[in-house]
């Protein structure tokens, strides 16, 4: 260790105990910049072994070299400032003090959307940040939750605690799907990662509840760099929600996560998300936050299964690609997608299904909703390889446009080489047919009622791959972002 | 007149060299736009450079690999000569039509034959509209193809020197189809770059047929750019058959502008050649347009066949179809990226694009990129592409109705082109080029 470095360690020591335990927390934040101390910092502040620190390092090496090579990801069809990597601060402890001491003092607009999304009082509590009695009914929830996995095998921790507690499949399986080398977002995340999830579950086991990060609670506020990594044994089945339909408003603007899969033979993961974080001021789009997520599966054994399905409203900008390698026999990837951007966003989402293995198959179906000045873009990518013998794709992106002053564009690349495989494409863009709109008005609907409907009806197809109760949520929350968007 | 091109320096070096040496060597030399023209577009291209495999448009085909060739960059004003006899096997003399023959990008008026045409209408070659029709030439000549973006249009603009020309005007009808057969011959590994301008003025109507041949085996790179104005209410087939055979490469851009009521139909067949890149672009500058962009290829050994197009709406109330289709045998490959643009407040616009191949080997290979770009709501636009196989029920449909089963699978590949095919709406040209694949799908199953 350098001295300026155990310099800086004792300074920071000193300054905890020169303030007390509390005050500590709150104001623990590592000084803004990426730099090696920073990562040595943020692996020392989470207790985390030798070896993890070790893979940081070299991740840290690669992205500065990146960063310091002038990259910048600008091909997507996006429009805004890339981050400055040097004045974003990579570490901050969880908040201990609540933003809230009672309901009373949250917003009402967020209480009015809670209200219609029908979710409970102690989970409002919770989302918003309300301080939490130590009784707390869903604490005992979770609780009993992690009796019934651990009974199981199943491991559900969150990323720290798992290095800690079992390096050997952390260690085996990280960095495999998604290496570090990646792409810059990705790499930045694997050298300053601040905390996620991971799930393994043993040979044989279906998982017997759905896993969600909300069962987590004590566990919320994993920052921005979150990383997750599921591993499904052979047999395995387990299924997996992320994120909620509660609108969220992040601390920070840059979220660069990284989500790892790996399913082994006969093994099936489905990954389902909800996205709603704060899309910035509706006229100026300002202030939103940046979701530049790297999301990967590896379907590794034959007969295994990846299935991705996504609900995004939220955020700015929106940069992400769910992809599938399909590397065993069989496997099958899907990628089921929402994607509404009204106001100021811009969305650049759609998936890579990679076909390697023998008879693999795969399905892509992409709904685009754009409104006012928003732009909205699929770009995905369906690869065969020489040996996919067999292999079979399905792609379906359909756009819908509300009003004349957004943008919806599909950018679907598709690579063959195998002269068995079978690769469909399809795509369409349009607005909500006056010819529906007077079927529902005919039927007595008003305007909005009619709209809701026939956006809910464009959507079906993805949103019943979502678990039940995600989805009843899903339909209400796009009505209550369609909301508005008539006239 | 010719200049060999230095391979020890970089590319582009050589083309700039080249420039500086026969700066007198162009198309209308006294005319002092077109010789500014030619000054703005190597400066241009000196900074563009050489595209790569870098860049998004060129991912898939690394045409700086091509170009970095020993080529002689010709700047002869005539041919090597070509006997009538040479290019029998090309004219397509079934097909009654207004001639022209040109041999390395230069008029030969003695193979030529263009008959009578109506009062008006220009069929000459680029060099000598600059002198007898400076005022359309001037009008139109650079204002489609953008040598602003365009590396190699850049490169076709500085070194212009001559190509075809025709020029329909206001209200009249060509009935016979305008042919020009394109012959690239001699034995020098040539670096040719043709320049095309066709002018077809409101309510006029014309059939033009281009066909690319290749008397030699020595490795030649052509890099044409063309240009086309469609006049209101004026509607123009322009058809291209490229088969230049195994050694010749090239790069084809295509630009074409239409006005208000206006229908544009390209249809290009690649038959052979070595590396084979085509741009078309559409810009539907007017209302209630229609535009056809259509393409097949016939890949076979190791052919390299790219199509790039660009349908730009940037008026409302306008439809355009698109339909690209490629057979790939052996190890050829296919790259299909067609893109639809709308534009902010184009409504009211049905846009169309398709791409279908059939892959017949292992080793063969498809990258397809269909894209949409919209801006404006109230408007249909859908893409489709597909990779697959011949269908084997159909092949099972027709054993059962006696047909063995080479001619069952020659029959299908036939009826899948076919789409392409009967969109040549000349009868004896699309007789012959169906023959032609026919011929060639019967190769693949002798």
């Given at each position: 260790m350098s001295t300026s470095e155990t310099e800086y360690l004792k300074g920071k020591a000193s300054e905890d105990y020169k303030h007390g335990f509390y005050t500590d927390i709150e104001a623990e934040t590592a000084p803004d910049g990426l730099t090696e101390d920073v990562v040595r910092y943020i692996s020392h502040r989470k207790d985390e072994p030798e070896w993890l620190l070790n893979w940081r390092l070299k991740a840290f090496r690669h992205v500065r070299d990146r960063i310091d090579g002038g990259e910048s990801i600008d091909w997507a069809h996006l429009d805004y400032e890339a981050p400055k990597f040097d004045e974003i601060s990579y570490f901050s402890a969880p908040k201990?003090?609540?933003?809230?001491?009672?309901?009373?003092?949250?917003?009402d607009e967020i209480l009015e959307t809670f209200e219609r999304l029908g979710i409970p009082l102690e989970e409002q509590k919770a989302l918003t940040g309300v301080a939490v009695d130590a009784v707390m009914d869903s604490v005992s929830v979770a609780t009993t939750f992690k009796e019934k996995l651990e009974e199981k095998g199943v491991i559900f921790k969150s990323f720290g605690e798992a290095a800690r507690e079992h390096p050997e499949i952390v260690r085996e399986h990280m960095g495999t799907v998604i290496p570090y080398t990646d792409n810059l977002y990705a790499a930045l995340n694997s050298a300053v990662f601040s905390d996620g999830s991971f799930v393994y579950v043993p040979e044989g086991v279906t998982c017997p509840m759905e896993l969600s990060t909300y069962f987590r609670i004590n566990e919320?506020?994993?920052?921005?760099f979150e990383r997750t990594l599921i591993v499904a044994e052979p047999g395995a089945y387990v299924s997996y929600l992320e994120g909620c339909t509660a609108p969220m408003r992040k601390e920070n603007q840059l979220h660069a996560a990284v989500v790892e899969l790996i399913a082994h033979e006969d093994a099936e993961i489905k990954y389902s998300t909800i996205q709603n974080w704060y899309p910035g001021d509706p006229d100026t789009g300002e202030g939103g936050v940046y979701n530049l997520v790297t999301k990967r599966g590896l379907c590794k054994g034959d007969n295994s299964k990846i299935s991705w399905t996504q609900l995004e409203t939220g955020s700015a900008v929106t940069q992400k690609y769910p992809s599938v390698i399909l590397a065993g026999d069989n496997s099958v990837g899907e990628f089921y997608s929402v994607a509404f951007t009204k106001g100021h966003q811009q969305a650049d989402t759609g998936t890579k299904m990679q076909h390697i293995g023998k008879n693999t198959k795969s399905t892509i179906i992409s709904k685009g909703i754009s409104a006012d000045v928003a732009d909205n873009s699929y770009r995905g990518q369906v690869k065969v390889s020489k040996n996919a013998e067999n292999a079979r794709n399905f792609s379906q992106c359909d756009s819908m446009l509300l009003g004349p002053d957004c943008g919806a564009h599909t950018y679907p690349y598709i690579e063959s080489s195998a002269p068995s495989a079978q690769v469909e494409h399809e795509a369409t863009t349009s607005k909500v047919g006056e010819d529906q709109m007077f079927y529902c008005h005919q039927r007595g609907l008003g305007e909005e009622e009619a709209l809701k409907l026939i956006v809910n009806g464009f959507c079906q197809e993805v949103l019943q791959e979502l678990p039940m109760e995600f989805a009843v949520e899903a339909k209400e929350l796009l009505d209550i972002e369609l909301e508005g968007s008539v006239g | 007149m010719s200049t060999a091109l230095d391979t020890d320096v970089r590319p582009e070096d050589r083309f700039i060299s080249a420039f500086e040496v026969n700066h007198g060597q162009a198309l209308n030399g006294v005319n002092a736009s077109i010789a500014q023209q030619r000054e703005d577009a190597i400066e241009r291209f000196s900074q563009l450079g050489i595209p790569d495999n870098s860049l998004e448009a060129w991912k898939y085909t690394d045409i700086s690999k091509t170009i970095d060739r020993p080529y002689t960059l010709s700047l002869a004003a005539e041919g090597p000569s070509v006997a009538p006899s040479d290019i029998e096997p090309f004219t397509i003399d079934a097909m009654d039509a207004h001639r022209v023959v040109l041999v390395n990008g230069h008029v030969d008026e003695s193979l030529s034959d263009i008959g009578d045409l109506p009062a008006g209408v220009v069929v000459s070659s680029l060099a000598q509209a600059g002198e007898t029709h400076p005022d359309v030439v001037e009008a139109h000549y650079g204002q489609y193809a953008d040598a602003e973006d365009e590396a190699l249009t850049a490169l076709n603009t500085a070194f212009v020197q001559d190509g075809a020309f025709v020029y329909v005007p206001s209200g009249t009808i060509v009935e016979k189809p305008i042919f020009f057969l394109h012959i690239t011959a001699g034995d020098e590994p040539l670096f040719l770059q043709p320049r095309h301008l066709f002018v077809v003025e409101d309510g006029a109507i014309a059939k033009i047929v281009e066909a690319q041949h290749a008397l030699t085996d020595a490795q030649t790179f052509t890099n044409t750019v063309s240009e086309a104005f469609v006049g209101e209410r004026a509607n123009l087939k322009h058809y291209l058959f490229q088969d230049e055979g195994t050694s010749a490469s090239q790069v084809h851009t295509r630009a074409g502008t239409q006005k208000d009521n206006s229908v544009y139909s390209t249809n290009t067949i690649t038959f052979s050649g070595e590396v084979v890149r085509n741009n078309a672009t559409i810009e539907a500058d007017g209302s209630f347009c229609e535009s056809n962009l259509y393409g097949l290829c016939i890949g076979k050994d190791e052919m390299h066949v790219d199509n790039h197009t660009q349908m730009d709406h940037v008026q409302p109330d306008c439809n355009s179809n698109e339909l690209y289709k490629h057979v790939l045998n052996d190890e050829s490959t296919a790259v299909f990226n067609g893109k639809v643009l709308v534009t902010r407040g184009s409504q009211r616009i049905d846009a169309y694009q398709q791409n279908d191949t059939i892959v017949l080997t292992d080793d063969a290979n498809i990258y397809t990129k269909p894209e949409l770009e919209i801006y404006a709501d109230d408007v249909v636009c859908s893409h489709g592409a597909t990779t697959g196989q011949v269908d084997e029920e159909g092949v099972f449909y027709l054993r059962s109705r006696g047909l063995s089963e080479r001619r069952a699978h020659i029959l299908m590949l036939q009826a899948f082109t076919d789409e392409v095919v009967s969109?040549?709406?000349i009868d004896p040209l699309r007789d012959y080029i169906a023959e032609k694949i026919r011929q060639r799908f019967a190769s693949y199953f002798a």
């Amino acid at each position: 260790m350098s001295t300026s470095e155990t310099e800086y360690l004792k300074g920071k020591a000193s300054e905890d105990y020169k303030h007390g335990f509390y005050t500590d927390i709150e104001a623990e934040t590592a000084p803004d910049g990426l730099t090696e101390d920073v990562v040595r910092y943020i692996s020392h502040r989470k207790d985390e072994p030798e070896w993890l620190l070790n893979w940081r390092l070299k991740a840290f090496r690669h992205v500065r070299d990146r960063i310091d090579g002038g990259e910048s990801i600008d091909w997507a069809h996006l429009d805004y400032e890339a981050p400055k990597f040097d004045e974003i601060s990579y570490f901050s402890a969880p908040k201990e003090k609540a933003n809230y001491d009672s309901l009373d003092e949250v917003p009402d607009e967020i209480l009015e959307t809670f209200e219609r999304l029908g979710i409970p009082l102690e989970e409002q509590k919770a989302l918003t940040g309300v301080a939490v009695d130590a009784v707390m009914d869903s604490v005992s929830v979770a609780t009993t939750f992690k009796e019934k996995l651990e009974e199981k095998g199943v491991i559900f921790k969150s990323f720290g605690e798992a290095a800690r507690e079992h390096p050997e499949i952390v260690r085996e399986h990280m960095g495999t799907v998604i290496p570090y080398t990646d792409n810059l977002y990705a790499a930045l995340n694997s050298a300053v990662f601040s905390d996620g999830s991971f799930v393994y579950v043993p040979e044989g086991v279906t998982c017997p509840m759905e896993l969600s990060t909300y069962f987590r609670i004590n566990e919320a506020g994993t920052g921005q760099f979150e990383r997750t990594l599921i591993v499904a044994e052979p047999g395995a089945y387990v299924s997996y929600l992320e994120g909620c339909t509660a609108p969220m408003r992040k601390e920070n603007q840059l979220h660069a996560a990284v989500v790892e899969l790996i399913a082994h033979e006969d093994a099936e993961i489905k990954y389902s998300t909800i996205q709603n974080w704060y899309p910035g001021d509706p006229d100026t789009g300002e202030g939103g936050v940046y979701n530049l997520v790297t999301k990967r599966g590896l379907c590794k054994g034959d007969n295994s299964k990846i299935s991705w399905t996504q609900l995004e409203t939220g955020s700015a900008v929106t940069q992400k690609y769910p992809s599938v390698i399909l590397a065993g026999d069989n496997s099958v990837g899907e990628f089921y997608s929402v994607a509404f951007t009204k106001g100021h966003q811009q969305a650049d989402t759609g998936t890579k299904m990679q076909h390697i293995g023998k008879n693999t198959k795969s399905t892509i179906i992409s709904k685009g909703i754009s409104a006012d000045v928003a732009d909205n873009s699929y770009r995905g990518q369906v690869k065969v390889s020489k040996n996919a013998e067999n292999a079979r794709n399905f792609s379906q992106c359909d756009s819908m446009l509300l009003g004349p002053d957004c943008g919806a564009h599909t950018y679907p690349y598709i690579e063959s080489s195998a002269p068995s495989a079978q690769v469909e494409h399809e795509a369409t863009t349009s607005k909500v047919g006056e010819d529906q709109m007077f079927y529902c008005h005919q039927r007595g609907l008003g305007e909005e009622e009619a709209l809701k409907l026939i956006v809910n009806g464009f959507c079906q197809e993805v949103l019943q791959e979502l678990p039940m109760e995600f989805a009843v949520e899903a339909k209400e929350l796009l009505d209550i972002e369609l909301e508005g968007s008539v006239g | 007149m010719s200049t060999a091109l230095d391979t020890d320096v970089r590319p582009e070096d050589r083309f700039i060299s080249a420039f500086e040496v026969n700066h007198g060597q162009a198309l209308n030399g006294v005319n002092a736009s077109i010789a500014q023209q030619r000054e703005d577009a190597i400066e241009r291209f000196s900074q563009l450079g050489i595209p790569d495999n870098s860049l998004e448009a060129w991912k898939y085909t690394d045409i700086s690999k091509t170009i970095d060739r020993p080529y002689t960059l010709s700047l002869a004003a005539e041919g090597p000569s070509v006997a009538p006899s040479d290019i029998e096997p090309f004219t397509i003399d079934a097909m009654d039509a207004h001639r022209v023959v040109l041999v390395n990008g230069h008029v030969d008026e003695s193979l030529s034959d263009i008959g009578d045409l109506p009062a008006g209408v220009v069929v000459s070659s680029l060099a000598q509209a600059g002198e007898t029709h400076p005022d359309v030439v001037e009008a139109h000549y650079g204002q489609y193809a953008d040598a602003e973006d365009e590396a190699l249009t850049a490169l076709n603009t500085a070194f212009v020197q001559d190509g075809a020309f025709v020029y329909v005007p206001s209200g009249t009808i060509v009935e016979k189809p305008i042919f020009f057969l394109h012959i690239t011959a001699g034995d020098e590994p040539l670096f040719l770059q043709p320049r095309h301008l066709f002018v077809v003025e409101d309510g006029a109507i014309a059939k033009i047929v281009e066909a690319q041949h290749a008397l030699t085996d020595a490795q030649t790179f052509t890099n044409t750019v063309s240009e086309a104005f469609v006049g209101e209410r004026a509607n123009l087939k322009h058809y291209l058959f490229q088969d230049e055979g195994t050694s010749a490469s090239q790069v084809h851009t295509r630009a074409g502008t239409q006005k208000d009521n206006s229908v544009y139909s390209t249809n290009t067949i690649t038959f052979s050649g070595e590396v084979v890149r085509n741009n078309a672009t559409i810009e539907a500058d007017g209302s209630f347009c229609e535009s056809n962009l259509y393409g097949l290829c016939i890949g076979k050994d190791e052919m390299h066949v790219d199509n790039h197009t660009q349908m730009d709406h940037v008026q409302p109330d306008c439809n355009s179809n698109e339909l690209y289709k490629h057979v790939l045998n052996d190890e050829s490959t296919a790259v299909f990226n067609g893109k639809v643009l709308v534009t902010r407040g184009s409504q009211r616009i049905d846009a169309y694009q398709q791409n279908d191949t059939i892959v017949l080997t292992d080793d063969a290979n498809i990258y397809t990129k269909p894209e949409l770009e919209i801006y404006a709501d109230d408007v249909v636009c859908s893409h489709g592409a597909t990779t697959g196989q011949v269908d084997e029920e159909g092949v099972f449909y027709l054993r059962s109705r006696g047909l063995s089963e080479r001619r069952a699978h020659i029959l299908m590949l036939q009826a899948f082109t076919d789409e392409v095919v009967s969109e040549y709406k000349i009868d004896p040209l699309r007789d012959y080029i169906a023959e032609k694949i026919r011929q060639r799908f019967a190769s693949y199953f002798a």
